[in-house]
T-cell receptor, first 116, second 114 residues
Framework: GAGVSQSPRYKVAKRGQDVALRCDPI?????LFWYQQALGQGPEFLTY????????KSGLPSDRFFAERPEGSVSTLKIQRTQQEDSAVYLC??????????????FGQGTRLTVV | QQQVKQSPQSLIVQKGGISIINCAYE??????FPWYQQFPGKGPALLIA?????SEKKEGRFTISFNKSAKQFSLHIMDSQPGDSATYFC?????????????FGKGTKLSVKP
């Protein structure tokens, strides 16, 4: 596709429910990132993949958050036992490759998660 | 601990005026400073970025000014237009941007009045 695609665009979950958010990065992009953006705030880093390897997960707020990218392309962010404080927009971004001077991160439109 | 402090929180400018948004950082390991523009319901989009080896970078109506000693950088939007109305985020990274672990400011909501 032309850009980073995220699905679903909107998700309403009952407290305690598990959710899975999908990210299709730009074809050929090696690096993939997940960010969490609370209402009225800037995005906050969650985790980073280089191909299928998760190189940094320091931003994941708890062990209820889990991300994977098994084949080095599509990624899924899973949140178990959702809580109200998980309500936010989850943004996925991809970039071409580290170390090649082209570092622009392209963001998807995000998935707005509302936990009720 | 907020590593990148952005101000003002909101800004109203007349069409044709200059919009100025400021950011300050503490971590001297930061070496990549991008600005992102975000419209409602959309993801952030890279506007312009600078590295600390230069003090200014201009792209069209957008200019970044960078002061390494003061650990501050700013975005100037010349001849502001209503279509520039959006939320702007400064960001910083300690990896030259290569790993994309960007640390964002809290954002500035810009409104350009016709």
């Amino acid at each position: 596709g032309a850009g980073v695609s995220q699905s679903p665009r909107y998700k309403v979950a009952k407290r305690g429910q598990d959710v899975a958010l999908r990210c299709d990065p730009i074809s050929g992009h090696v690096s993939l990132f997940w960010y969490q953006q609370a209402l009225g705030q800037g995005p906050e880093f969650l985790t980073y993949f280089q191909n299928e390897a998760q190189l940094d997960k320091s931003g994941l707020p708890s062990d209820r958050f889990f991300a994977e990218r098994p084949e080095g392309s599509v990624s899924t962010l899973k949140i178990q036992r959702t809580q109200q404080e998980d309500s936010a927009v989850y943004l996925c971004a991809s970039s071409l490759s580290p170390g090649q001077g082209n570092t622009e991160a392209f963001f998807g439109q995000g998935t707005r998660l509302t936990v009720v | 601990q907020q590593q990148v402090k952005q101000s003002p929180q909101s800004l109203i400018v007349q069409k044709g005026g200059i919009s100025i948004i400021n950011c300050a950082y503490e971590n001297t390991a930061f070496d990549y400073f991008p600005w992102y523009q975000q419209f409602p319901g959309k993801g952030p989009a890279l506007l312009i970025a600078i590295r600390p080896d230069v003090s200014e970078k201009k792209e069209g109506r957008f200019t970044i000014s960078f002061n390494k000693s003061a650990k501050q950088f700013s975005l100037h939007i010349m001849d502001s237009q209503p279509g520039d109305s959006a939320t702007y985020f400064c960001a910083a990274s300690p990896y030259g941007g290569s790993q994309g672990n960007l640390i964002f400011g809290k954002g500035t909501k810009l409104s350009v009045k016709p």
